[in-house]
């Protein structure tokens, strides 16, 4: 039997998990699902930022949790680029091991200069390359945990990660 499990992009903000997620759910003909415009599709256009500002991180979270719970449970499989944040929820590293997980790392002061790519992301801190660090050790060994394949996104382009997610598909 062909495999063909739902694929999660995970990583943290500015890791180019919207960017991979396209080129992967393109070209393998599969529903595209991203948190972050879904949500904002379904709350009245709030982005995330604005979510975490007037409801609270909390709240946003649990919208986060919900879209990847129902992305995962898509027929035919979706590709999802998933909010950082889930990984840091329980019933969602478990959901995870349905799919194949692709964790996008690179160092914190790369990702702070591609986080500010688009207004739509919380910024919690000042310093985000300080705020990055600390996500990372937080969530470093929980991505660790869920992901069938890491990619450093500091050394290779979008597209050169879609490639060789395809490739690893092909292979399996
Ligand atoms: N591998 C990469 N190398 C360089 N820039 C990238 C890469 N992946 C994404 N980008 C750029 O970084 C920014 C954040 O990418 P995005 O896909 O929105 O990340 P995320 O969805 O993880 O927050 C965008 O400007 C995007 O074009
Ligand atoms: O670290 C987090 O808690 C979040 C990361 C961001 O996701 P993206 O990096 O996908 O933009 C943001 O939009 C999300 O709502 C919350
Ligand atoms: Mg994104």
Not at 8 to 36: C, F, N, Q, W, Y
Not at 63 to 91: G, M, W
Not at 109 to 120: D, Q
Request: aromatic share 4%; net charge negative; proline share 7%.
């Amino acid at each position: 039997m062909k495999y063909d499990p739902p694929i999660v992009v995970t990583g943290l903000m500015g890791a180019g998990k919207s960017s991979v997620a396209r080129i992967l759910a393109r070209e393998l003909g599969r529903p595209l699902r991203d948190s972050d415009p879904d949500l904002a599709a379904r709350y009245g256009g709030a982005t995330a930022a604005e979510t975490a500002a007037r409801e609270g991180a909390d709240v946003l979270h649990e919208r986060e949790a919900r879209h990847l719970r129902e992305a995962l449970a898509e027929r035919p499989p979706a590709v999802t680029a998933a909010a950082a944040s889930v990984v840091e929820n329980p019933a969602c590293r478990r959901a995870l091991s349905s799919a194949l997980v692709v964790w996008l790392d690179a160092p914190p002061a790369v990702l702070a200069v591609r986080m500010l790519s688009s207004g739509h992301r919380p910024h919690f801190e000042p310093d985000l390359a300080a705020m990055l660090t600390e996500q990372r050790a937080v969530r470093g060994p929980l991505f660790a945990e869920v992901a069938d394949l890491t990619f450093d996104v500091s050394a290779l382009t979008a597209d050169e990660v879609a490639a060789r997610v395809l490739a690893s598909l092909e292979g399996r």
